[in-house]
């Protein structure tokens, strides 16, 4: 139900940009047969360049149970949605660590979806294909370009925040501009972000709660 509301609501910058943030990594998931033969083999990445990840980078800083909390409201003239994201250090080893994401969504109407967690590998490294960057596919969009690093207060603290901003083309809601504030000091570096389509809607995620580790 939460991937249907974004396609309508949210638009396709946001689809991506919670791919993004989930990550390069791969959802855990069952192997099933093709009811037409074997599956074909997988293309040759070994020739490939691979980059270090920074999300690995950020999230191996802290210990398992680590996470935060986000909220995002979007809001439009017929009303709004609300979305809070948990997000959690699971494991974590030399090779990939593993992050869980909840989300739950509210409605204006009284709605409300509490959907099932996703892990998620976050490999130490990736392999980038041909013609992209390993800048440009860790960025929350093909699109977003590296802006000024800016002073943040978030939850009574100051951070030193680098930032992101980019506009994408929507479905019959014409521009939708973003600006996305992150900081390696939390886990899950996302500060803050911001979006606005065209004057008619516009969309605030704020960081509710830095989560701690695990007590030994």
């Not at 802290?62 to 809001?75: D, I, M, N, Y």
């Not at 439009?76 to 609300?82: D, H, I, N, R």
């Not at 802006?147 to 929507?170: H, M, N, P, R």
Request: proline share 8%; net charge neutral.
């Amino acid at each position: 139900m939460v991937f249907s509301i974004w396609k309508s609501l949210l638009a396709p910058a946001f689809l991506f940009f919670f791919l993004a943030i989930v990550g390069c990594g791969q959802a855990e998931s069952k192997k099933v047969g093709s009811p037409g033969g074997p599956l074909p083999a997988p293309p040759d990445t070994s020739k490939l360049p691979s980059a270090t990840s920074v999300r690995f980078a950020n999230w191996s800083k802290f210990e398992p149970g680590a996470g935060q909390k986000r909220l995002r409201t979007v809001s439009k003239p017929e009303g709004w949605v609300k979305e809070t994201h948990t997000q959690i250090l699971k494991e974590k080893t030399p090779e990939k660590v593993v992050v869980e994401t909840q989300i739950t969504v509210e409605w204006s109407s009284g709605q409300k979806d509490v959907n099932p967690a996703i892990r998620m590998d976050f490999p130490a490294t990736f392999k980038v294909p041909e013609g992209l960057s390993a800048e440009a596919m860790e960025a929350p969009s093909l699109k977003a370009k590296r802006g000024a690093e800016e002073e943040i207060t978030v939850l009574g603290k100051k951070y030193q925040a680098f930032t992101y901003e980019w506009s994408d083309s929507t479905d019959g809601g014409g521009p939708v501009k973003s600006k996305v504030w992150f900081c390696d000091e939390i886990p899950g570096r996302q500060l803050k972000l911001t979006a606005n389509w065209s004057g008619t809607a516009k969309a605030e995620e704020e960081l509710l709660e830095i989560l701690p580790a695990n007590q030994k």
